[in-house]
């Protein structure tokens, strides 16, 4: 399809002498070519809002700043007309962390920022869109039909978790990395999950952090991200912004923007603090990033499970084996190094805590710790006055080794 859809495009631009071999092929439909062309034009339509203030990033990126009640969210049959809340009261025990550095992100290092009024927004691209399976799919996980802490669909993982209770929030510090990964159609995050359901086609989540996925951004660079789906991601929900639920609230950060600087190996550590809560009296789960920057909220009306609450909390890696050439494949996961190493060598995990029915944070109880492939991606747990409940988590993925 996506070399089809830019030649229906250079066609109809007048600019390509030679169409393509794709024209003598007898499978090649011009009036099928021409729809899907047309799908992802309006779908650009829908998602790149009109900006009052475009930046552009030393990445590549194009930032749009967008008045907040025109945000995709405000597209969603359910918040037609309305407009953003303004914030609710903090978690009990909510203990200021490192203040976010303004420039955590590389679209903010000339100084440049949005207006009040408006949200940040990573403008799509045609490309953006061609890289994904269909436009349908686009900005969208697989759908899981087996346990979350379990290997499924070439999912592993390395996550330390909670069950058996009601929990209305999380919070935790991770570490950011760039680790590497060998195919375009495989990604590499660390993430806060909140879950709630049976793990089958009910199954809520939201879910935030930081990811490297050349498929969905076209580049090799960690990026704070959020998700959300309440159908165990077969038709609802989406990546960041890329469909209509999460309301962003904040004119300084871009969800789904490049994250700058990142951790090294045997160097310094830069980490950022995640907080997902559940405000009491509207019901709506909030967002913050490092010392009091509210990103935005997922409208509780959003979930069916989660618009009560939470009855598991996860936190840790998850990458996407393809298994390429039929080996494991070498994409890391966290710093690409395993637990063992320790602080300035393996990914991390610190302070970990629950928010409870009575909207205070407490540490975790009963950590359980996970990881699918142990020879390929390990975790190790701990506790101690400074970082409370933590673990280090991680892995090369193939390797001579261990992991084959």
């Known amino acids: 399809m996506v070399l089809l859809s830019l030649g229906v495009l250079l066609l109809l631009a007048g600019t390509s002498p030679v169409f393509s071999e794709a024209a003598a092929n007898n499978t090649f439909r011009p009036g099928e070519e021409l729809r899907s062309y047309r799908r992802v034009r309006a779908h650009l339509r829908r998602l790149n809002k009109p900006a009052v203030k475009t930046i552009q990033s030393p990445d590549g990126d194009t930032i749009d700043c967008v008045l907040s009640h025109l945000q995709p969210a405000f597209d969603h049959p359910g ?8 914030p609710p009261e903090r978690p009990k025990g909510h203990r200021a ?4 550095q303004n420039s955590f992100q590389l679209w903010r ?31 969208r996980k697989l759908a899981v039909r087996s346990r979350h802490d379990s290997e499924t669909g070439g999912h592993e993982h390395a996550v330390g978790y909670v069950v058996g209770d009601q929990y209305y929030g999380a919070k935790a510090s991770l570490n950011v990395w760039a680790p ?13 999950w909140v879950i709630s359901g049976s793990f ?9 952090g930081w990811q490297v996925s050349p498929q969905l951004y076209g580049d090799s660079s960690p990026r704070f991200f959020t998700y959300w789906t309440t159908d165990a991601y077969q038709a609802t929900g989406c990546y960041n912004l890329l469909c209509s639920g999460f309301i962003q609230t904040n004119n300084m950060i871009a969800i789904g923007a490049a994250i700058s600087p990142t951790s090294t190996y045997d160097g310094g550590q830069f980490d950022i603090s995640l907080l997902v809560w ?16 509210l990103v935005g909220y997922w409208p509780s009306f959003l979930f069916s499970h ?3 609450h939470a009855s598991m909390v996860q936190f840790g890696g998850e990458i996407v084996n393809t298994q390429p050439q039929g080996l494991h494949t070498a994409t890391q996961m966290g710093s690409g190094h395993y637990a063992r190493e320790g602080f300035g060598r393996a990914s991390y995990f610190r302070n970990l805590q629950v928010v409870d029915w009575d909207n205070s944070l407490i540490p975790v109880a009963n950590l359980r710790v996970l990881a699918d492939r142990p020879s ?29």
């Open 109 to 139: 290092v000339s100084g440049e920022s949005c207006p009040g009024g408006t949200v940040p927004i990573r403008r799509t691209k045609e490309e953006d869109i061609l890289r994904a399976s269909s436009v349908k799919r686009f900005g």
């Open 180 to 192: 590497k990964v060998t195919s375009p159609s495989e990604f590499s995050l660390s993430q806060v």
């Open 79 to 86: 918040l037609k007309g309305m407009k953003p809340l303004d």
């Open 376 to 404: 390929c991606y390990d975790i190790q747990g701990g506790i101690n006055t400074v970082w409370g409940n933590y673990f280090y988590y991680g892995g090369p993925g193939r390797n001579d080794d261990r992991c084959n």
């Open 278 to 293: 559940k405000d009491p009296n509207h019901g709506n789960w909030w967002l913050e990033l490092g010392s009091g920057e």
């Open 200 to 208: 089958g086609t009910d199954l809520n989540t939201i879910e935030a």
């Open 97 to 100: 962390d490192a203040a976010t």
């Open 306 to 308: 989660l618009s009560e």
